[in-house]
Nanobody
């Protein structure tokens, strides 16, 4: 069982930036895609971004394209999400996710505990 721990959430003003990180431990074998989902109260879980093991394949949800950037460091078993130009509608709990495949509507089986991001003035 892969264990995921997120960090970096917090309160930020609209237009600001935050960087989320997720560290994986356990059987972190090569080939795993890593990604981020988010969920706010009363809404369905939403795909944010995913990155393949090699970093050559990257997907973004429509709501974050052009504002968020996903990256990974395999040597450190870490995936990061740089979030710029944040909007109040980005407020949510952000979850790290990993599996053989991570795509919109089909997350991997492993989840972190989540980190709260609040965008408010």
């Amino acid at each position: 069982q892969v264990h995921l721990v997120e960090s970096g959430g917090g309160l930020v003003q609209p237009g600001g930036s935050l960087r989320l990180s997720c560290v994986a431990s356990g059987p972190t074998d090569s080939g795993r895609t890593m990604g981020w989902f988010r969920q706010s109260p009363g809404k369905d879980r939403e795909f944010v971004a995913a990155i393949s093991w090699s970093g050559m394949s990257i997907l973004y949800g429509d709501a974050v394209k052009g504002r968020f950037t996903i990256s990974r460091d395999n040597a450190k078993n870490t995936v990061s999400l740089q979030m710029n130009s944040l909007k109040p509608e980005d407020t949510a709990v952000y979850y790290c996710n990993t599996g053989t495949i991570v795509v919109p509507g089909s997350p991997g089986p492993n989840w972190g505990q989540g980190t709260q991001v609040t965008v408010s003035s």
